[in-house]
């Protein structure tokens, strides 16, 4: 059975962000040193970071030594190219792969690189 993926609020959003970037288990105050101007503040972190464990976006994956207490790390639950079809489809409807793929073409937001790597996706998966 497929995870269903939540939809995040904005502040959410920017703490996964920085996850996914960093793609390795983060503390708080991790997160904290590497979130550039955030549009939240620092003492809404903790409850943000509970509120997604409660949307099995991110899950403690260990705990790291700080000062003279150990802090939880978190790693996300699924990627973010994952979220971000999640935002696309429906329920009980056809996403429709070639025309959003048209639509970024032709406004210019698929690179060449990007357009290389579809390419090769597209003949390993037929076996090319």
């Given at each position: 059975?497929?995870?269903?993926?939540?939809p995040?609020?904005?502040?959410?959003?920017?703490?996964?962000?920085?996850?996914?970037?960093?793609?390795?288990?983060?503390?708080?105050?991790?997160?904290?040193?590497?979130s550039?101007?955030?549009s939240?503040?620092?003492?809404?972190?903790?409850p943000?970071?509970?509120?997604?464990?409660?949307?099995?976006?991110?899950?403690?994956?260990?705990?790291?030594p700080?000062?003279?207490?150990y802090?939880?790390?978190y790693?996300p639950?699924?990627?973010?190219?994952?979220y971000?079809?999640?935002?696309?489809?429906?329920?009980?409807?056809?996403?429709?792969i070639?025309s959003?793929?048209?639509?970024?073409?032709?406004?210019?937001?698929?690179?060449?690189?990007?357009?290389?790597?579809i390419?090769?996706?597209?003949?390993?998966?037929?076996?090319?």
């Open positions: 059975m497929e995870m269903i993926i939540k995040l609020t904005p502040t959410e959003l920017e703490i996964m962000e920085i996850l996914w970037r960093e793609n390795r288990p983060l503390s708080a105050l991790e997160i904290l040193e590497l550039e101007n955030r939240w503040k620092q003492n809404s972190l903790y943000t970071l509970q509120h997604l464990q409660e949307k099995n976006a991110v899950v403690i994956t260990g705990y790291v700080v000062k003279r207490k802090a939880r790390t790693l639950t699924y990627t973010k190219s994952k971000q079809l999640s935002r696309l489809e429906k329920p009980g409807e056809h996403l429709d070639v959003l793929l048209r639509e970024q073409l032709e406004k210019g937001k698929i690179s060449d690189s990007d357009l290389s790597a390419e090769n996706m597209i003949k390993d998966y037929r076996g090319n």
